[in-house]
């Protein structure tokens, strides 16, 4: 079973984090053999656009209003960024997996849809876009960079954020999907205890052995951590 470092972050400014996937990528394009790493934090306000994403998704001039902006090196459109959102961005190596993005991609998904279901909530795809929906409301984007088969950046699980920013975007290029939250559906979630769920749902789905990367030292985490919530 092939190992994956975590390191759980907090709040962390969008180009900290930025260039910390960077660094890490750079590395394990120099040695293959690294562990692959999955970081998980969230961020101050911030919105970032891929780097195809058309300007007319932004609903200000980000020349003349202070907000943090960021086009990045990722596929997909504009997104927002906040305290709240459960932010993940799996450093992998696809050689020891499968060498295909759109499997990738799904499986993302999959550990989203399956953390949903912790909670007794049904996640769903929508055909032809990627992300998971929840009842109509897109829940959480996702959006990658792969190098020579090493990812990086990832996906945004909208645990209990204050949706408010979405409002000055159009979030992914989708004009008729609204945003939504899991504390729409589920009162009182904190990304804490979501976060816990999506680890263990992510050593599931990707077949690998977490290891806490904490101030203590390193430490094993079994695989099945979750535990099964009623709405």
Same mark, same amino acid.
């Given at each position: 079973?092939?190992?994956?470092?975590?390191?759980?972050?907090?709040?962390?400014?969008? $180009?900290? !984090?930025?260039?910390?996937?960077?660094?890490?990528?750079?590395?394990?394009?120099?040695?293959?053999?690294?562990?692959?790493?999955?970081?998980?934090?969230?961020?101050?306000?911030? +919105?970032?656009?891929?780097?195809?994403?058309?300007?007319? =998704?932004?609903?200000?001039?980000?020349?003349?209003?202070?907000?943090?902006?960021?086009?990045?090196?990722?596929?997909?459109?504009? $997104? +927002?960024?906040?305290?709240?959102?459960?932010?993940?961005?799996?450093?992998?190596?696809?050689?020891?997996?499968?060498?295909?993005?759109?499997? +990738?991609?799904?499986?993302?998904?999959?550990?989203?849809?399956?953390?949903?279901?912790?909670?007794?909530?049904?996640?769903?795809?929508? !055909?032809?876009? $990627?992300?998971?929906?929840?009842?109509? %409301?897109?829940?959480?984007?996702?959006?990658?960079?792969?190098?020579?088969?090493?990812?990086?950046?990832? =996906?945004?699980?909208?645990?209990?954020?204050?949706?408010?920013?979405?409002?000055?975007?159009?979030?992914?290029?989708?004009?008729?999907?609204?945003?939504?939250?899991?504390?729409?559906?589920?009162?009182?979630?904190?990304?804490?205890?979501?976060?816990?769920?999506? %680890?263990?749902? =992510?050593?599931?789905?990707?077949?690998?052995?977490?290891?806490?990367?904490?101030? $203590?030292?390193?430490?094993?985490?079994?695989?099945?951590?979750?535990?099964?919530?009623?709405?």
């Amino acid at each position: 079973m092939r190992k994956c470092l975590i390191s759980h972050q907090g709040l962390v400014p969008y $180009t900290v !984090a930025w260039e910390q996937q960077r660094s890490l990528v750079s590395q394990r394009l120099q040695d293959s053999s690294l562990d692959d790493i999955l970081l998980l934090l969230e961020h101050p306000p911030v +919105y970032t656009l891929g780097k195809g994403s058309r300007l007319d =998704f932004l609903k200000f001039d980000p020349n003349q209003v202070n907000s943090d902006v960021h086009r990045i090196e990722r596929g997909g459109e504009v $997104t +927002y960024h906040c305290p709240g959102q459960l932010v993940g961005y799996p450093i992998l190596n696809l050689r020891y997996y499968r060498q295909d993005l759109h499997w +990738y991609l799904r499986q993302l998904e999959e550990v989203l849809i399956q953390v949903l279901a912790v909670y007794g909530l049904k996640g769903e795809r929508v !055909a032809g876009m $990627t992300g998971v929906w929840l009842e109509g %409301c897109k829940v959480a984007a996702i959006g990658i960079k792969v190098k020579r088969w090493i990812t990086m950046h990832g =996906f945004a699980l909208n645990v209990c954020p204050d949706l408010a920013g979405f409002n000055h975007i159009v979030p992914c290029g989708i004009a008729d999907k609204p945003v939504g939250s899991l504390a729409q559906f589920i009162a009182d979630l904190s990304v804490e205890q979501v976060r816990l769920d999506l %680890c263990g749902k =992510f050593a599931e789905v990707f077949g690998v052995q977490l290891i806490d990367q904490g101030e $203590t030292g390193c430490k094993l985490i079994p695989n099945s951590l979750s535990i099964q919530h009623k709405r």
